[in-house]
């Protein structure tokens, strides 16, 4: 009660400070008054009787100051002051301040822009109801997806969590005709957005009502995102119950997501989302159990209250095996997936607050890695910072001495130039923000080339908090020993009166935070050489084949379900179509998208050996003939597929294949077992790079394609693929006008293979060239400043006959044996650290030898030219400086 | 001043203000001061300017209070205010001190006799 009555009586003091100030001086100067009447009428002199007051007062300044802090609370109010003292101090010398606040603020403004990609990516919780209960249930690495036959009997049990939902997402086509214009959608269950506990920003979310195949009692209903409706509609507010046409189907608009939700997956928006069940809708040509059964579903769930994880794993493996009993009992056995009791029948179940993230996966090592780079680059502008509060620091001591002796205490010295650090700081962080802010969209725009990450990066509560906790360490290193050295004058307070030039020269501490800054240098700038030099070998290893030389077109047939026989005549119809154009070399088509993830493996072995216990998967593509000529793969032995061979029982392999199950042999003539077929080897033709470039050219079987997938891939005669794109198109529609055509970027795809590596080794140069330019700054601040503590002795060699190389060299050498202590520091942190980049290397070890050497002798020549200035400077000193100064 | 003036022990001010002004009823900040020295026999030694911060605690705790005023020689003074609550306050303390002089005290004896 007292404790709360205190800090009611504070406040007020708080707010009140210019009225109680004024009433202090009042009572004080009436208490002196009232004294000295009484001295007075003990027959003093008036000037005695005065005199006699104040001494038995004590100090009237030390009362008013412990009066003030009573008053407020011991910092409160004269933080205020002494920050605004700062501010003025700091503005009195703008030059010095901006370079500080500059120098901060690209520290701050990297380790904020990084830290806004990993809150984006990993921290933050999806924006819906209660996310730290939601769950994503898992089974196995094999199994991250499952089954629509799973979920139609899960769902039914569906009381083991605190509500289920399941989705999946398709590209899906918004055009009427012709050309195809590209959406995502998200095919959600009917009881998605209740159990995400999202409300609609205009008319309704989708429901269980809607979610029956064929569309609820209202038709086919369809779900748009906010930005969607924003973009593609123009924020039309009577955009419920308009038609929107996808896949050629007619859906019905029941309402738009609420603004800040992206979608269940991190890095993934969408555009559209529908229920479950109307998926045959967007595939009409095929049958609906087919469309059902292409689904790959994520599971999530809410947790109970009072559940945790551990709970509803037990619970869900309970009712698991009747789950996939009813589920995969009526269909044929060989649908069952393999192990199904031990993968589907044990799911994990694992708390995603943030749902899940194909992005987050990819990018969680090089975010870190290169938050921890921006860390290093902001503690190396710290250096520079603490480097210069020193040398200011020493140029206050004289005033520093004084206000100690007049009664200051050290500890308030100390607070108000760790305030100076903290304005300072305050500045760099909102400099920093303002980085980030501009900043973190280019790089989720660079994470990803083909333009499908959307990130939220919205400023909140995890950013505000970690700018200002980064701009109070900061405030804390940069000038809190500084402070604490400046201030430390122990019994000689009166000596700190004389000369400036009595303190010493080039304290230890600086050396040691110079040679911090040089080591650190020396850390970013190895790392960053490592990361560049595997991006380097990373373009340079190529693809097996040039993907800017192939234009990419994707084919999608619509109209009514038909036979599978008429969907690949009507494919090979359109292939040769595009085959018999004269602007093409060659056209082929094949079942995957060269370059993207998500291709098919086949298990392969000898014919003539027994069948080997382990399984041994290659990567099968299925190609149509000529889809070597295409891409450019030579053929090493054999031949290519013609279209003779479709029934024939042969495979073409790539190098790697041949050498790993043919050794030296000649492959050709051969036989394979290849899936469920034994197929004899037609032709070896070169390794090529199907799906990353760090994971390089793999044992890769072809088989005859004969379906037909709508991936055509061609080869321009004249290498001319813009011109070429409206020509194929028209080709295209003209021999079948009911399909939808759009172009792939297949040089797109190439570049995102290596965006990672790309962006880290963008980052880390951009980081290393900062922290490298920042240490120069540093060390010529450093030495500039030693340079003029030392003008007097330095003119006094002088006078006594030591020649400017003398002089050039003391000061270079001084510089030196800091700068070789950085680089031996930062060379034994480097052999310690640099391990830990492994697995963002390719093709150079963490511990390269060169990389080091190169990096050792770039920084020393560096930390070299950067004393080499000051150290001139100091050779040209002439001995009359002695005459005006000393 | 003569060396046997004992300074005011820590933390003991708050307990004479409130005393003083329960024994005199409302006074300012001089007359506070005075009567303290005063009472103690001029045997506290107390730079009087100590007295305003612990005025100001006692008064953000609200067990006194202040008010303008005049003084009996016509300045403008500041007059201080035991309340309720600072009444409560001072039994508190006065009991809390009689007993811990009492258990002091105590333990004084039992010296005197073991010797």
Redo the contacts between chains.
Sequence with gaps: M?RL??FA??LR?LANRRRLER??K???A??L???T??FEKQGLAPDEARRAALR?????S??VE??R???GWPSADSLLRDARRAVRLIRRSPAVAAAAMLSLGLGMGGTTTMFSLLNGLMLRPLPVRDPDRLVLITAGDEHNSWKMPVWEQLRSRSDVFDGLFAWDRRPVDLSERGESQPAGALLVSGSFFEVLGLQPAVGRLIDRSDDVQGGGRNGPMAVISHAFWQRYFAGAPDVVGRLLRINGTAFQIAGVTPRGFLGPEVGLSFEVALPLSIAPLLEPESPPNQALGNLWLTFMGRLKSGQDAAGATAALHAVMPAVLEAAYDPLPSYMRPPGMAATLGKPRVEPAPGGPSLLRERYDRPVATVTAIALVVLAIACVNLAHLFLARGEGRRRELAIAMALGATRARLVRQLAIEGLVLAAAGSLIGLAIAFWAAPVLIRELSPLGSATVDLHLDWRMLAFAATVAITTAFCFSLAPALRVTRFGLSVPTAFGSAHHAPRHSRLTSTLMAVQVGLALVMTVSATLLAGSFARLQQRGFGFDPDAVLMMNVRLTGSATGLDDRSARYRRILDAVNAMSQVTSAADANVTTLTPGHMTSTVSRADEPVPAGEQRVLALNVTPRWFATMGIGIRAGRDYTWQDENADVIVINQSLSRQFFGDENPVGQRLRAGRRTQTVIGVVDDAVYRSGREGAVPTAYLLSTLGYGILSIRPANGDRGGLRDAVIEAITGVDPQVRVRATPLADFARATVATERLTAALAGFFGALALGLSAIGIYGVMTYAVSRRTVELAIRRALGATSADLTSRVLGRSFAIVAAGVMTGTIASVWLTPVLAPLLYGVEPRDVTTFLAAAAVLSLVALAASWLPARRAARLSPALLLRDG | MASDKRDVVYGTLGLLVLKTLEALGPL????I??RIEQISGQQLAM????L??AL??L????WIRST?SE?E?G????IYHLTAAGRRQLRAEEASWAQAIGIVSRFLKIKEDAT
């Design positions: 007292t009555r205190t009586a504070k003091g009433e202090l009042l009572e004080l009436s208490h008054d009232e004294a009447a009484d038995s007062f004590g100090g009237v030390q009362a412990s009066h802090d009573a008053r | 300012h900040g001089y007359r001061a005075r730079n009087q300017g100590t305003y911060p100001l605690k008064e953000q705790a609200g303008w003084s020689s300045r403008r003074v500041n």
